[in-house]
């Protein structure tokens, strides 16, 4: 592992439920930990460059979403398997030497299930409510079923000099699918996250057959499940060097992250 770590950040929070019915928590299970490589504000500003190797991703964690070396498509985790969404829109299973230089991962324990119907990723965010307890904790997110319309991207690898991310989806490939069946993979981050990672929700999708899916701009679905995992432990784990040491991290990007969203 060496040259892979140089820093672990852990945030632990006490979560406490205005309404303790809603949440059970196996205190005898092992609770997962929401493990991050990098920081939003790496990308944002154009760090590209990948130092985690994605075969090491199933093994800390059987779920997430991230990206790849030189920004080349969107990720997904899914039932330990790493799949790799390019900008043509195929869907590939990257070489096991492919390093991210942004991801996050988790072990999956499904915490509450929800039966959804002819819903959309606008109505999941202003129902927020409905399925969540609070937002000032992380989830992992799982919304499996049949999708009437689905709405993705995949920007294109990048080459040096690296534009920064804003610029880069300027210009993204966006792929659409209809009457697809498919699972939703990613995560809800709380407000105070801002700078660390996207705040509120960042999802991709990977469609059934394994032919297509992207980063999430908009679906309706309309009939499946959502399960959320709650995530109460945090570990950031960052770059021995590189381009990273060099960023300007005392700049307010939340507005770019609106524009790439």
């Not at 109460?232 to 960023?247: A, R, S, V």
Request: net charge negative; with cysteine; hydrophobic share 40%.
């Amino acid at each position: 592992m060496k040259n892979i770590f140089a820093a672990i950040f852990v945030l632990t929070t006490l979560f406490v439920s205005c309404n303790e019915d809603e949440v059970k928590i196996d205190e005898e299970s092992e609770q997962p930990v929401l493990i991050q490589i990098s920081v939003i504000d790496a990308l944002l500003q154009g760090i590209y460059d990948g130092y985690f190797p994605i075969n090491q991703l199933p093994e800390i964690g059987d779920v997430g979403i991230g990206t790849f070396n030189g920004l080349d498509g969107e990720m997904i985790l899914y039932n330990d398997t790493v799949f790799q969404v390019v900008s043509t829109g195929e869907v590939k299973i990257p070489a096991n030497d492919v390093l991210t230089p942004f991801a996050a991962v988790t072990n999956w324990v499904t915490d509450t299930t929800f039966a959804l119907n002819n819903t959309t990723f606008e109505l999941l965010k202003s129902n927020f409510s409905s399925y969540f307890p609070t937002p000032n904790i992380f989830y992992a997110v799982k919304i499996k079923g049949e999708f009437s319309y689905m709405k993705t991207r995949s920007v294109p690898k990048q080459e040096k000099p690296y534009l920064p991310l804003t610029e880069v989806t300027k210009n993204q490939p966006e792929f659409e699918f209809h009457n697809t069946k498919g699972v939703v993979i990613g995560f809800y981050c709380p407000a105070y996250a801002s700078g660390i990672n996207v705040t509120g929700f960042h999802l991709h999708f990977l469609t059934d057959d394994r032919k297509g899916g992207g980063h999430i701009l908009g679906y309706q679905l309309k009939s499946g499940t959502m399960e959320l995992c709650y995530l109460f432990d945090y570990q950031l784990i960052l770059p021995e060097g590189g381009d990273f040491f060099g960023g300007d991290f005392t700049v307010d990007r939340t507005d770019d992250v609106e524009d790439v969203e």
